[in-house]
């Protein structure tokens, strides 16, 4: 191949012309005539270099003079290594494109892009304050007051890039730069993914391994909460001043076992808020089903952990003696290991304790459980033994994590598996019950322990009598609605561990079915009995417990009891539990309480705003406009004008209008929340006979539907019947987050449907959802009193 003209230069000394083709940019050439240093490469195209300003992986970064405009820019060139590689040469021209698509005052701005001595660059916004790794490095911490800030604004600047349908995929504390005002800048889109709105998975994986989220290290489909790890991930290493990963390897078991082990930042920065705690774990779940469900919600709970931090805390209680214990009971988990010694595998209930002999005398460490002793006699034998400890494991593990649907699922299996040996086989279909509790399941909670109660009453072999006094009586009542009372306490006996299973099982009923006070002497009486210390499986529980009454007191802290007098009080109430939230660490109950709590405060908020009672003409007939008003999805106006009458209209109660108004309107806003995060391909019918292929959300409210012919077409709500929305609710509801939204919804639909659609499908609806919900039985035979027929 030839050299082009562009890489044959003369001296500027001598005039000499020398070759520097195979030279990089900005590079000092001596001249083999004369000896004189000529610097070379320094033009590219309108721009030219004036100093090296980075050096990355695949590319150096120059400050450059903008010659047209005279201004100083920053030029990213590929570097050579990769500038003979068209792949890499593509993506660094996707980068360009996908940078320079949207605009942000914290994302970098692309200014141009173009082909220098065959050499691929970028011309950018030129941010001279120095990167966020820099900051780190120099000052080992970031404060809280000075990180959450910083932290806010590359929040905005990750969303308006997932407004535009990126996701960055390498977000880290070296893209993170600052302009002259101390501004953050996101900067690097070299890996990102177009989702337009969704998921897509990446054809490699090229990633920081400190930061890089699990999802993205499987390989798997990535979204906009693969960012969330990585951001989350940077502001723990920033406030704790150590990465929460220190593994570099890229390796998937390795890495992945050392996402599974991230240290909660709390351990390692103590003198943080709780609430800028609560951001970071949340933010870091493994599970990206746990982490924030928008940049919005995220947002809101780190401008609520500035504030706590701006006040000292926002009034969190960090010293008292609970406290100090759930601490201290945190301390006391141990890693489980899996033990093998002499040709006998020993399962633990839920540990496995290493004994290996190493050839010194030495007392045998006692084990910590009961365990089984399975007879290893053949390879075949053996081999299922040893899958059986790793599936155990492997639940084990997902329980830590917060997997709590997987290790459920795996629990289950093993209480199935009749090659399970006692007393582990029933052991782990307690642990299912318990999974399926934390996870604010009720009815599968319920239906599990229905399983392992027959298992226990038919008698297995090798099961001692402590199953069956110390959690056989709480697995035959734990379907019944009247709470346990503290006398179970005595009841269950005082012989084997069991019993404090039975505490635990007893504490997650009543919490789970709305008895948060009489939850508490069972959680009470599991965590202060230090005999448990040096059982790994029940010091966890203990941690679990401590959860629930750490969540016990931030509901008690008198948020729920404050009656607003005016519109603002309740907006500073819904708001001040908004922090509770982004605070509880337990899953259902707590968590649908805080939310129920802000319903009735959004009510209340409501009518205070309406306090002038306008005069309703007589003629008007007041559930005909009703009627008028839910046919035509004007829910918002029902609930409205309904508040403003004086007194309740004949046959019908206000409250009860109200009620099912405000639900209806969430089934509505449910929707709306599922069409943006992804776009639904179904088939639906519109009133005018159109049919549509796809429906979208754009914008976060104008809909769009695709047609059969392939235009796309807005539409309103009022373009569907009420059956094609309920339609369109039955695809999207088919995979809830948990029983809890899976309930709410159902409740959201049949009060859609009564208003909107046919009542007597959504009586019917209602009286089948009144058979799996005593909850929900009990609020509609409440509502559908106040209703018409």
Same mark, same amino acid.
């Given at each position: 191949?030839?050299?082009?003209?562009?890489?044959?230069?003369?001296?500027?000394?001598?005039?000499?012309?020398?070759?520097?083709?195979?030279?990089?940019?900005?590079?000092?050439?001596?001249?083999?005539?004369?000896?004189?240093?000529?610097?070379?490469?320094?033009?590219?195209?309108?721009?030219?270099?004036?100093?090296?300003?980075?050096?990355?992986?695949?590319?150096?970064?120059?400050?450059?003079?903008?010659?047209?405009?005279?201004?100083?820019?920053?030029?990213?060139?590929?570097?050579?290594?990769?500038?003979?590689?068209?792949?890499?040469?593509?993506?660094?021209?996707?980068?360009?494109?996908?940078?320079?698509?949207?605009?942000?005052?914290?994302?970098?701005?692309?200014?141009?892009?173009?082909?220098?001595?065959?050499?691929?660059?970028?011309?950018?916004?030129?941010?001279?304050?120095?990167?966020?790794?820099?900051?780190?490095?120099?000052?080992?911490?970031?404060?809280?007051?000075?990180?959450?800030?910083?932290?806010?604004?590359?929040?905005?600047?990750?969303?308006?890039?997932?407004?535009?349908?990126?996701?960055?995929?390498?977000?880290?504390?070296?893209?993170?730069?600052?302009?002259?005002?101390?501004?953050?800048?996101?900067?690097?889109?070299?890996?990102?993914?177009?989702?337009?709105?969704?998921?897509?998975?990446?054809?490699?994986?090229?990633?920081?391994?400190?930061?890089?989220?699990?999802?993205?290290?499987?390989?798997?489909?990535?979204?906009?909460?693969?960012?969330?790890?990585?951001?989350?991930?940077?502001?723990?290493?920033?406030?704790?001043?150590?990465?929460?990963?220190?593994?570099?390897?890229?390796?998937?078991?390795?890495?992945?076992?050392?996402?599974?082990?991230?240290?909660?930042?709390?351990?390692?920065?103590?003198?943080?808020?709780?609430?800028?705690?609560?951001?970071?774990?949340?933010?870091?779940?493994?599970?990206?089903?746990?982490?924030?469900?928008?940049?919005?919600?995220?947002?809101?709970?780190?401008?609520?952990?500035?504030?706590?931090?701006?006040?000292?805390?926002?009034?969190?209680?960090?010293?008292?003696?609970?406290?100090?214990?759930?601490?201290?009971?945190?301390?006391?988990?141990?890693?489980?290991?899996?033990?093998?010694?002499?040709?006998?595998?020993?399962?633990?209930?839920?540990?496995?304790?290493?004994?290996?002999?190493?050839?010194?005398?030495?007392?045998?460490?006692?084990?910590?459980?009961?365990?089984?002793?399975?007879?290893?006699?053949?390879?075949?034998?053996?081999?299922?033994?040893?899958?059986?400890?790793?599936?155990?494991?492997?639940?084990?593990?997902?329980?830590?994590?917060?997997?709590?649907?997987?290790?459920?699922?795996?629990?289950?299996?093993?209480?199935?598996?009749?090659?399970?040996?006692?007393?582990?086989?029933?052991?782990?279909?307690?642990?299912?019950?318990?999974?399926?509790?934390?996870?604010?399941?009720?009815?599968?909670?319920?239906?599990?322990?229905?399983?392992?109660?027959?298992?226990?009453?038919?008698?297995?072999?090798?099961?001692?009598?402590?199953?069956?006094?110390?959690?056989?009586? $709480?697995?035959?009542? !734990?379907?019944?609605? &009247?709470?346990?009372? %503290?006398?179970? /306490? @005595?009841? +269950?006996?005082?012989?084997?561990?069991?019993?404090?299973?039975?505490?635990?099982?007893?504490?997650?009923?009543?919490?789970?079915?709305?008895?948060?006070?009489?939850?508490?002497?069972?959680?009470?009486?599991?965590?202060?009995?230090?005999?448990?210390?040096?059982?790994?499986?029940?010091?966890?529980?203990?941690?679990?417990?401590?959860?629930?009454?750490?969540?016990?007191?931030?509901?008690?802290?008198? $948020?729920?009891?404050? !009656?607003?007098?005016? &519109?603002?009080?309740? %907006?500073?109430? /819904? @708001?001040? +539990?908004?922090?509770?939230?982004?605070?509880?660490?337990?899953?259902?109950?707590?968590?649908?309480?805080?939310?129920?709590?802000?319903?009735?405060?959004?009510?209340?908020?409501?009518?205070?705003?309406?306090?002038?009672?306008?005069?309703?003409?007589?003629?008007?007939?007041?559930?005909?406009?009703?009627?008028?008003?839910?046919?035509?999805?004007?829910?918002?106006?029902?609930?409205?004008?309904?508040?403003?009458?004086?007194?309740?209209?004949?046959?019908?109660?206000?409250?009860?209008?109200?009620?099912?108004?405000?639900?209806?309107?969430?089934?509505?806003?449910?929707?709306?929340?599922?069409?943006?995060?992804?776009?639904?391909?179904?088939?639906?019918?519109?009133?005018?006979?159109?049919?549509?292929?796809?429906?979208?959300?754009?914008?976060?409210?104008?809909?769009?539907?695709?047609?059969?012919?392939?235009?796309?077409?807005?539409?309103?709500?009022?373009?569907?019947?009420?059956?094609?929305?309920?339609?369109?609710?039955?695809?999207?509801?088919?995979?809830?987050?948990?029983?809890?939204?899976?309930?709410?919804?159902?409740?959201?639909?049949?009060?859609?449907?009564?208003?909107?659609?046919?009542?007597?499908?959504?009586?019917?609806?209602?009286?089948?959802?009144?058979?799996?919900?005593?909850?929900?039985?009990?609020?509609?035979?409440?509502?559908?009193?106040?209703?018409?027929?």
């Amino acid at each position: 191949m030839g050299v082009s003209e562009e890489e044959i230069i003369v001296c500027y000394s001598c005039g000499a012309p020398m070759n520097i083709a195979s030279v990089p940019p900005y590079s000092r050439v001596v001249c083999p005539d004369c000896g004189t240093e000529n610097r070379v490469k320094k033009k590219f195209g309108p721009y030219v270099l004036k100093r090296r300003h980075a050096i990355g992986g695949m590319s150096s970064v120059f400050v450059a003079n903008d010659e047209t405009l005279d201004r100083e820019v920053a030029l990213k060139i590929l570097s050579e290594e990769y500038s003979k590689d068209e792949t890499r040469i593509a993506a660094f021209e996707q980068e360009a494109r996908l940078t320079a698509s949207f605009s942000h005052p914290n994302v970098v701005r692309v200014l141009t892009t173009g082909r220098a001595f065959g050499w691929f660059y970028i011309a950018m916004e030129f941010v001279p304050g120095g990167h966020f790794e820099g900051k780190i490095q120099k000052r080992s911490k970031i404060p809280e007051s000075e990180a959450l800030p910083i932290a806010i604004q590359i929040a905005e600047g990750l969303k308006g890039a997932k407004s535009a349908g990126l996701i960055h995929r390498d977000i880290k504390p070296g893209n993170i730069l600052f302009d002259s005002e101390g501004n953050a800048k996101i900067v690097d889109f070299g890996l990102a993914l177009v989702t337009k709105g969704g998921k897509a998975k990446a054809s490699e994986i090229w990633a920081t391994p400190y930061y890089v989220p699990p999802e993205a290290i499987e390989g798997g489909v990535e979204d906009f909460r693969a960012d969330i790890y990585a951001f989350g991930a940077t502001l723990y290493h920033a406030l704790a001043g150590i990465p929460p990963c220190s593994e570099e390897s890229m390796e998937t078991s390795v890495l992945r076992a050392a996402k599974m082990k991230v240290v909660p930042l709390r351990r390692v920065a103590s003198g943080l808020t709780d609430e800028t705690c609560a951001v970071i774990d949340r933010a870091m779940a493994y599970d990206p089903i746990r982490r924030f469900g928008s940049y919005d919600e995220m947002i809101s709970a780190l401008k609520l952990a500035l504030k706590a931090s701006q006040n000292g805390g926002a009034g969190v209680d960090k010293g008292n003696s609970k406290a100090e214990l759930r601490t201290r009971l945190r301390a006391r988990k141990k890693r489980m290991t899996l033990a093998v010694a002499g040709g006998v595998i020993l399962v633990a209930i839920g540990i496995f304790t290493l004994i290996l002999s190493s050839g010194e005398e030495s007392e045998a460490p006692k084990p910590v459980s009961k365990v089984v002793a399975v007879n290893t006699g053949g390879d075949q034998v053996e081999e299922t033994s040893s899958k059986i400890a790793d599936t155990y494991l492997e639940a084990r593990e997902a329980m830590e994590t917060g997997d709590f649907s997987k290790a459920e699922e795996v629990f289950s299996g093993l209480l199935e598996n009749k090659d399970v040996q006692e007393p582990t086989r029933t052991w782990a279909g307690l642990e299912s019950v318990v999974a399926a509790f934390m996870d604010g399941r009720t009815n599968s909670a319920n239906r599990n322990a229905k399983a392992v109660f027959r298992h226990i009453v038919s008698g297995p072999e090798n099961l001692g009598v402590g199953f069956s006094s110390g959690v056989q009586p $709480v697995l035959r009542k !734990v379907n019944s609605l &009247p709470f346990f009372d %503290r006398e179970l /306490i @005595e009841d +269950l006996g005082v012989d084997g561990n069991e019993r404090y299973m039975g505490y635990l099982l007893a504490g997650l009923k009543n919490w789970e079915q709305g008895g948060i006070e009489e939850s508490l002497p069972f959680f009470e009486k599991l965590i202060t009995d230090e005999s448990l210390e040096n059982d790994n499986v029940l010091a966890w529980y203990q941690d679990v417990a401590a959860r629930y009454l750490k969540d016990y007191e931030l509901m008690s802290s008198g $948020v729920f009891d404050v !009656v607003p007098d005016t &519109p603002d009080e309740c %907006r500073d109430t /819904i @708001e001040e +539990l908004n922090r509770v939230l982004t605070l509880l660490t337990t899953r259902g109950r707590a968590k649908f309480n805080v939310r129920s709590r802000q319903l009735d405060l959004k009510r209340l908020e409501k009518s205070l705003q309406n306090k002038k009672i306008p005069t309703i003409e007589p003629k008007v007939d007041i559930l005909e406009e009703v009627d008028l008003l839910g046919k035509s999805y004007r829910f918002d106006e029902i609930s409205n004008w309904v508040s403003k009458l004086q007194e309740d209209p004949a046959g019908a109660r206000r409250q009860a209008l109200t009620d099912i108004a405000d639900s209806a309107s969430a089934f509505l806003s449910e929707i709306k929340s599922d069409l943006e995060e992804k776009p639904i391909e179904i088939q639906l019918d519109l009133t005018d006979g159109t049919t549509i292929t796809t429906l979208a959300l754009v914008g976060g409210e104008q809909l769009y539907g695709r047609l059969e012919s392939g235009v796309d077409r807005k539409l309103e709500w009022k373009d569907f019947s009420s059956e094609q929305l309920i339609e369109l609710y039955r695809e999207l509801v088919k995979s809830p987050a948990t029983q809890e939204e899976r309930m709410s919804r159902h409740e959201s639909a049949i009060a859609f449907e009564w208003l909107a659609g046919d009542r007597e499908r959504a009586v019917a609806a209602a009286e089948r959802l009144s058979e799996e919900s005593p909850e929900f039985e009990t609020r509609w035979e409440v509502m559908s009193k106040g209703l018409p027929e």
